[in-house]
Structure formats: structure tokens, C-alpha cells
């Protein structure tokens, strides 16, 4: 089974509208992180926000929210007022305490705004 | 803001030939990873390296990848004799100690590898 999913392989939404971007995961594992990385057209891989499996409130950083359903198993992320610059791919990862320092990362979600 | 470094940005290789990846971690961070991603695919983790040594790597990373810490600053992966499917964005991360599952990784802008 896969350990992340994100089934929605593109998204568009027009500027200054909210979009969320949907993550489910996979895991046994009772301490786990969730990451949410952008990488735009030119390739690198931005951080964007960290969720932990124990914080209580949902995380947020900016623009950017994660609705965190712990007993659904999702993390979804949240950017609010679209900007032109948004459009990226949007990468979902876990980090498992038990499963090392490693990331595994979902095929990712391409993000378009449109004017 | 500290940042992660690679060079080259673009290596091209004919088959068969040796490659160093170079990557400058952030200076105060001793957790250093190598993830790669083929073009259009997600990223994949090749290995984890701490305290000098390989502390997990994939199933990706066999014998014909090496990493390594020359010095205090550097941290390398090296392919001994690429192949076509080696062809992928290579990335390095790094993180800072000691915060378990927070422990939040910071990606390089990659080396694009092209094997011929």
C-alpha cells in the first residue's frame, strides 16, 4: 500500500481563491510528521509547512494551513488568496519515527493559477 | 537564511563514467540525506547519513553509489559507473538534530543528471 497519497494529479484555481490540496497517509507508526514541499518549474524543493502526529492545533504558516483529520488519515493543505506564483507542484511527505530520519514522498499535486 | 548548495546544477555523462555530486549542507545541521527524482516521478529516498556514517539507505542505493564526508563541510554521492536509468534530479537535505519527528529537511536546487 502506499504510504502517501495525493489523488488529484492537477488542480486550478483562480487567483485570490483558496485551494486545498489533498494528502492521505499510511502508517502504523504512533509518531510520524507531515511535511508539504513545493517545487516550482525551476526545481528545488521549498519547504511549506510541518504538521506532528501529537500537535493539537493545526499547523499553519502564512498563507498556508494544513487540515490535519488525524482519525481520516489526511493532511490536507490549505493556501489561501492564490497568488500567480502558486503554481507549482505540490509534494506531500511523512517522516515515521520508527522508520528512520527518511521522507516518503505522494506523486504530487500540479497546482495552476489562473488570472 | 542558511540554505543548502549543490554543484554542478547540470551534469552530463556518457554511460559507464564515474560522477561526484557535491552538496554544502547547513553548517549547524548533522543529519544529510540524498533523495533522487526521475523526471515527472516523485522523489525517492536514496540514503541517510550520520556521525560519518550510512545510517539507512534504500533499495535504490546499491553498490554503484557511495557517499561520503571529506571534510567538515562537503558531503558527496558518488556513482561509479552510471547507467541511462540513473538519468533523475538529485537532490541533498539536511536537517538539524535532535527534534524527531519534527526534524524538518532542507532540500539543495538539485543536480540534474544526464547519463548518455
Known amino acids: 500500500a502506499q504510504k502517501i497519497t495525493q489523488t488529484q494529479p492537477g488542480m486550478f484555481v483562480q487567483e485570490k481563491e483558496a485551494v486545498t490540496l489533498d494528502c492521505t497517509y499510511d502508517t502504523s507508526d504512533p509518531s510520524y510528521g507531515l511535511f508539504w514541499y513545493k517545487q516550482p518549474s525551476s526545481g528545488e524543493m521549498i519547504f511549506l509547512i510541518y504538521?506532528?502526529?501529537?500537535?493539537?492545533q493545526n499547523a499553519t504558516e502564512g498563507r498556508y494551513s494544513l487540515n490535519f483529520q488525524k482519525a481520516r488519515k489526511s493532511a490536507n493543505l490549505v493556501i489561501s488568496a492564490s497568488q500567480l506564483g502558486d503554481s507549482a507542484m505540490y509534494f506531500c511527505?511523512?517522516?515515521?519515527?520508527?522508520?528512520?530520519?527518511?521522507?516518503?514522498f505522494g506523486t504530487g499535486t500540479q497546482l495552476k493559477v489562473e488570472l | 537564511e542558511p540554505e543548502v548548495t549543490q554543484t554542478p546544477s547540470h551534469q552530463v555523462t556518457q554511460m559507464g563514467q564515474e560522477v561526484i555530486l557535491r552538496c554544502v549542507p547547513i553548517?549547524?545541521?548533522?543529519?544529510f540525506y540524498w533523495y533522487r527524482q526521475i523526471l515527472g516521478q516523485k522523489v525517492e529516498f536514496l540514503v541517510s547519513?550520520?556521525?560519518?556514517?550510512?545510517?539507512?539507505k534504500s533499495e535504490i542505493f546499491d553498490d554503484q553509489f557511495s557517499v561520503e564526508r571529506p571534510d567538515g563541510s562537503n558531503f558527496t554521492l558518488k556513482i561509479r559507473s552510471t547507467k541511462l536509468e540513473d538519468s533523475a534530479m538529485y537532490f541533498c537535505?539536511?536537517?538539524?538534530?535532535?527534534?524527531?519527528?519534527?526534524?524538518?529537511?532542507?532540500f539543495g536546487p538539485g543536480t540534474r543528471l544526464t547519463v548518455l
Open positions: 504538521q506532528g502526529s501529537y500537535d493539537q
Open positions: 537535505a539536511s536537517t538539524r538534530p535532535g527534534q524527531g519527528a519534527a526534524d524538518t529537511q532542507y
Open positions: 511527505a511523512m517522516r515515521e519515527t520508527g522508520g528512520g530520519n527518511k521522507l516518503t
Open positions: 547519513f550520520y556521525n560519518n556514517e550510512i545510517s539507512e
Open positions: 553548517s549547524n545541521h548533522l543529519y
